[in-house]
Structure formats: structure tokens, C-alpha cells
């Protein structure tokens, strides 16, 4: 089956959201909330949606991961201007399989 990373488009919202819940569904607290901060990340000045790719196994996206703009807070000095990276998902089946590896170093 071929895999493919490409950016993501607006039609992959929905679809991309819903991979994202089902991937933390239960993880690590009682439901989940990284599909909303994706749908909410989108809309922030400091979204770069350049770096926001999903993952595709044949035609279906079962991850992503999605970038902004931040600065790392220093007390001796100025802060320093930074991207991060949150959250990269994984639909469950797909996990441990080397995914997120790949979407990260393709995004790098």
C-alpha cells in the first residue's frame, strides 16, 4: 500500500480531526482534546499552515502533525523565537509502525 505525506488541505479538516481523536481517544485522560486544539490551532496567528501535513495509507489519512510559531522564555536573557510541533497523531491500528517517525522527519 503506498504512503503518502502531502499538506494538508481544507477538505482534510474534518477527516484529519476526527484521526486525531480517535488516535488520544482514552490516552491519557477521559476522552480527549487534541483534535479541538488542531481545529482551534488553524485560526491562531502563529499557525504555519506550510508545515501542517497529514499522513496517507492508499487514500486514507490516518495522521498528522501540525506546527506554530513560539518562543523559549529565558530569565538571563531575551526569548528566543521557536516553531513546535503538537500534536502528531496516528490512527491506533497504524501506530508503532513508524509513522509519526516518518511525518516528523519529513516535516523537518
Known sequence: MLITIRREAEQDYF???????????NVYTQGCYEHFLIH???????FIPELSFVLEYGKKIIGGIFYTRSNIIRSDSPS???ITFAPVF??????RQ???????????
Do not use: Y
Not at 40 to 46: C, G, V
Not at 90 to 95: D, N, P, S, T
Open 80 to 82: 528566543v523565537p521557536a
Open 40 to 46: 482551534s490551532m488553524r485560526t491562531h496567528k502563529d
Open 98 to 108: 513508524g509513522f509519526g517517525k516518518k511525518l516528523i522527519l519529513h516535516s523537518i
Open 90 to 95: 496516528i490512527e491506533l491500528k497504524f501506530q
Open 15 to 25: 477527516t484529519a480531526e476526527n484521526c486525531c481523536r480517535n488516535a488520544f481517544w
